[in-house]
């Protein structure tokens, strides 16, 4: 089993949309959770970081833990074509190794 | 301008050589990492350093060499005992590495073909 668990999709829905993205991890070690969003053929670059439960916003993008379910949530409102990309989900505690996901690509439709 | 470049972006190896890939920082970070990325299996470690001449091998280091002698350079090689090197190479860096407002951030990757 792997630690972290991510439906890699494809995603798409129309514009405007509201997106959930969804994670789910084993070790119960990883205490810092982050979203990458990677366009094609670019580098990630960081979206969310939360440490505790809870949520975390920022513009249109909210970032969920859920400690005691192991599972961590993006949410994008008003979707927009430019958010088509792939989404990561990453974590880690304990080993300070970042342990990625597989990664969901999105696509949003004007 | 400050962030991570890599050098190239496209590289082709023939079957048997060595090549070596590029990744600089002017981000003044402590911490630099080397991941593989292939489609559908997300991002693996394959080596970081923490620190000028020190690096531990990550969860696929076999095949890969690396070398810190400068802190804002970490380059790749990736040798001719790799197996299969056709993948994306990303290259990252961090500030404080372990603690609890270290984040990751990312070069533009270099796209590796073996023909």
């Known amino acids: 089993q792997k630690e972290v668990e991510q439906d890699p999709g494809p995603l798409s829905v129309p514009e405007g949309a509201i997106v959930s993205l969804n994670c789910t991890y084993s070790n119960s070690a990883f205490q810092y959770f982050m979203w990458y969003r990677q366009y094609s053929r670019k580098g990630p670059e960081l979206l969310m970081y939360?440490?505790?439960?809870g949520n975390k916003e920022d513009g249109r993008f909210t970032a969920q833990v859920d400690k005691s379910s192991k599972y961590i949530s993006l949410f994008i409102r008003d979707s927009q074509p430019s958010d088509s990309a792939t989404y990561l989900c990453?974590?880690?505690?304990?080993?300070?190794?970042?342990?990625f996901g597989q990664g969901t690509r999105l696509t949003i439709n004007p | 301008d400050g962030g991570i470049t890599q050098s190239p972006k496209y590289l082709f190896r023939k079957e048997g050589q060595n090549v070596t890939l590029s990744c600089e920082q002017n981000?003044?970070?402590?911490?630099m990492y080397w991941y593989r990325q292939d489609p559908g299996q997300g991002l693996r470690l394959i080596y970081y350093?923490?620190?000028?001449?020190?690096?531990q091998k990550g969860d696929i280091a076999e095949g890969y060499s690396v070398s810190r002698e400068k802190k804002e350079s970490f380059p790749l090689t990736v040798t001719s005992a790799q197996k299969n090197p056709t993948a994306f190479y990303l290259c990252?860096?961090?500030?404080?590495?372990?603690?609890?407002?270290?984040?990751?951030?990312f070069g533009p990757g270099t796209r590796l073909t073996v023909l």
């Open positions: 939360t440490y505790s439960s």
């Open positions: 990453a974590m880690y505690g304990g080993a300070q190794k970042l342990v």
């Open positions: 350093s923490q620190i000028v001449n020190d690096f």
């Open positions: 981000l003044n970070h402590d911490a």
């Open positions: 990252a860096s961090s500030r404080s590495p372990g603690t609890s407002t270290d984040t990751q951030y």
